[in-house]
């Protein structure tokens, strides 16, 4: 979803938050692209959660125009590999916040790159089973906000990424309008070592 005022309220977030200098942010190329869904430093604490993982296959769930994932492929040097997955127009998402968010022309930043595949599944992951993808090093989640979307990007994920990979979703954060905060912080409260990235609305997980 798109960034809004005053958009980081830690106090309201249960998850523990680490700080942007932990994990290694620093400038990125982000040679052609802008920013749009994405607040400010966030293309660059997601091209740092990845670094150490030093993935050559990354799946993301919600590819949108590519942003996130030619930032990725511009600024990881080990990528072989990257699926990007998104809905047809006409698709409804589950929270009306996302409804005019579903891209005209999917991951059309991206789709340069031999490297890159796009994936249009009319249901999002509610059409895919883990079969369907790559076994991974990294996931990039933000696709349907929903409680069920969410789930599902989530069960897909942790059944493709390999051991010592990454799993991050977007849209953690306080404003009530998405599910993804309930669903991470009810994983959390059943153990998963789940974190967020101080004044981003980046969580993330080691496998």
């Known amino acids: 979803m798109a960034p809004q005022p005053n ?5 309201s977030l249960q998850i523990p938050a680490v700080s942007q200098d932990s994990i290694g942010v620093q400038p990125i190329d982000k040679t052609g692209l802008n920013t749009r869904f994405m607040n400010p430093g966030e293309l660059e604490a997601v ?3 990845a670094r150490p993982a030093k993935p050559k296959v990354v799946v993301e769930f919600g590819v949108n125009e590519g942003r996130t994932a030619k930032a990725l492929l511009l600024n990881i040097d080990t990528l072989e590999r990257y699926v990007g ?43 895919l089973a883990a079969d369907d993808l790559p076994k991974c090093d990294f996931v990039f989640i933000d696709g349907d906000h929903g409680r069920a979307g969410v789930t599902k990007d989530t069960l897909l994920a942790t059944r493709i990424v390999r051991p ?18 309930d669903v991470l912080e009810e994983y959390y409260d059943a153990g998963r070592p789940i974190q967020h990235v101080d004044g981003t609305w980046l969580a993330f997980m080691r496998v």
């Open 7 to 11: 958009f980081y309220n830690p106090s």
């Open 47 to 49: 091209v740092a959660l």
């Open 164 to 181: 010592g990979g990454m799993i991050v979703w977007h849209d953690y954060h306080h404003l009530g309008s998405v599910d993804v905060r």
């Open 85 to 127: 997955i998104d809905v047809p127009q006409g698709y409804v998402t589950d929270k009306t916040v996302q409804r005019r968010e579903v891209p005209q022309q999917p991951a059309h930043f991206a789709l340069d790159d031999p490297r890159f595949r796009l994936l249009i599944a009319r249901h999002g992951s509610h059409d």
